[in-house]
């Protein structure tokens, strides 16, 4: 049986855990991700904002155009209901 939203609020009862999910698998991904690109330009001889901008440069996209629309995926495909 299909569960629908609470009629008396309209909200998910499943909203919050799958934020939380999201959380996680986000963070999961980030955090290598800058770690290896931290390591990856300790090398260049450039001030640390430089670092910074090139490092946010590259895991912006990597998180919004591949590590998003995956990890809804993934919580889709654990919970039918999502």
Do not use: C
């Amino acid at each position: 049986m299909i569960e629908q939203d609470d009629v008396t609020t309209g909200r998910d009862p499943h909203r919050r855990r799958h934020r939380i999910l999201m959380l996680i698998l986000i963070w999961l991904a980030v955090y290598p991700t800058v770690t290896l690109l931290t390591y990856l330009t300790s090398g260049l001889d450039v001030p640390t904002f430089v670092r910074t901008f090139l490092t946010t440069l590259l895991t912006v996209p990597v998180i919004t155009f591949l590590v998003v629309p995956n990890a809804k995926a993934l919580i889709s495909k654990a919970d039918p209901k999502a």
